[in-house]
């Protein structure tokens, strides 16, 4: 059932899970996507994801995922449970907690799964033009946190500046465009398109051109792909944008957009931002 | 603890919850916000955060709700158990799941609380230009589902045309404009911006110009206000901006942003809905 094309492959060690039965699974947090205060939250969201996938009574691929992030997880072993809520004759709800021992719930997801079916089909939104990626070179990460190194960033629109010591005195353009892919390259599937969604930096730091302490409270992420769709992108890059609408009394939301080279947008995520300062 | 101006007011009915103890509450569904095969969605959504809202644990006001929509509620009585999942120094976090007796869970939700706090403020995103709400004409909705009669509508941009016998052959523009209020006019408060949040019309209606099935699986609401922002507002109505992004394999996305008169950013809103056709 797991779409794991490579189990040398850094994300699917990171979402790797061990059944224990009911619903239960076992996995552990992983250095390589290691961000400042605990995993990468893409991971968390996809590991999450991993869990109702691999559940016998699964049906469909992923329409919808809510994860909701508690509190850093710490390093090493956690549980996940994974309880069906309710099966229809094509969508199925799922409800998803991962623990860590005595620290409780660190984060926990819901997330929809349908049986996606031909009909009406209708893109209003559209891609924004941006050059090719072989043109754009990635943004250098090495040194950073260990989950930079696992994407290539190739930013087409408002690439990150230099961090100023103090924050911009003036607001800067939250929006950004970015080629983004993992590193290595690994064929995309709904795990991975679901941590792709979480990899744009807190616009904060594009707004204010300096790091802030920051962290997602929320992230929602609708896929509008089937398995087939994911298929032809493959491990090509996708052109992400992504923005913010408001900063106000302590968080910030952020909107992103997933597109394919070929034009078709293949999710759309939104997520609320807790920021100090 | 409940923000109810004034109980004879239908929405103060639709979201009225009496406690049992233990974080369970019992709620009936409302005539009044009657949709076409079960209670308007966004009573759904409000009634949900209201039983959080109302837990004797609760801390600060809701960040985020995302309500799932498992299965259309029969009329009558419901019951809901509401978990404090984790409450940090700020931020609180809450499962919050809807039964009817044997038809189970029918709608869940995650929701997040926070205590705001002052600090950076800024808004890219801009409200639309809009003519007054009393030089625009309400929609005329009698005779209609009942939650219709509930709000008042008044477009300023896109208007619903009279539907189609059959869906049009070319896809209509997605995005609209409205101000929307309560009917009767009711001061807003959380549980009635997250009923608002919902009362956009599905975005397929606009484009096919036709009236083909629709159900909302899953929707997510961003508070971006306090509940200073929200007294300001009090029952004035709100600008609301809503289109989308794409209808592919029977699903398609709804976004919404919801403004203030004086240019607030109050909320936004995603969704998933299911449509045939």
Not at 25 to 34: C, E, Q, R
């Given at each position: 059932v797991s779409e794991t094309a490579d189990p040398s492959h850094p994300f699917d060690q990171a979402i790797a899970l061990e059944p224990l039965g009911e619903g239960r699974?076992?996995?552990?947090?992983?250095?390589?996507?290691?961000n400042f205060t605990g995993p990468f939250g893409g991971t968390t969201a996809a590991v999450l994801l991993n869990a109702a996938m691999l559940h016998p009574k699964r049906i469909g691929t992923p329409l919808a995922l809510t994860a909701n992030y508690c509190a850093p997880l710490a390093k090493g072993a956690f549980e996940i449970h994974v309880?069906?809520?309710?099966?229809?004759?094509?969508?199925?709800?799922?409800?998803?907690?991962?623990?860590?021992?005595?620290?409780?719930?660190?984060?926990?997801?819901?997330?929809?799964?349908?049986?996606?079916?031909?009909g009406f089909a209708h893109q209003p939104a559209r891609a924004p033009k941006a050059p090719p990626p072989e043109t754009v070179a990635p943004l250098p990460m090495r040194g950073m946190m260990a989950w930079l190194e696992r994407y290539e960033f190739r930013f087409t629109h408002n690439a990150p500046q230099?961090?100023?010591?103090?924050?911009?005195?003036?607001?800067?353009?939250?929006?950004?465009?970015?080629?983004?892919?993992?590193?290595?390259?690994?064929?995309?599937?709904?795990?991975?398109?679901?941590?792709?969604?979480?990899?744009?930096?807190?616009?904060?730091?594009?707004?204010?051109?300096?790091?802030?302490?920051?962290?997602?409270?929320?992230?929602?992420?609708?896929?509008?792909?089937?398995?087939?769709d994911l298929a032809a992108v493959g491990s090509a890059p996708?052109?992400?944008?992504?923005?913010?609408?408001?900063?106000?009394?302590?968080?910030?939301?952020?909107?992103?957009?997933?597109?394919?080279?070929?034009?078709?947008?293949?999710?759309?995520?939104?997520?609320?931002?807790y920021f100090r300062g």
């Open positions: 699974f076992k996995g552990h947090t992983s250095d390589a996507y290691w309880r069906e809520v309710r099966t229809n004759r094509s969508t199925q709800h799922w409800a998803i907690e991962l623990t860590q021992g005595e620290a409780g719930t660190t984060a926990f997801a819901t997330a929809v799964f349908a049986e996606r079916r031909p230099p961090p100023l010591p103090e924050p911009a005195a003036e607001p800067r353009d939250a929006l950004t465009h970015m080629w983004v892919n993992d590193k290595p390259a690994r064929a995309l599937d709904f795990p991975s398109l679901a941590a792709i969604a979480d990899s744009f930096f807190g616009r904060i730091f594009h707004v204010r051109q300096a790091f802030v302490p920051i962290g997602t409270v929320s992230i929602t992420t609708y896929f509008h792909a089937d398995a087939q996708l052109l992400g944008v992504a923005d913010a609408s408001v900063f106000a009394k302590g968080y910030f939301d952020q909107k992103a957009e997933l597109w394919s080279r070929a034009g078709q947008l293949i999710a759309t995520s939104h997520q609320i931002v």
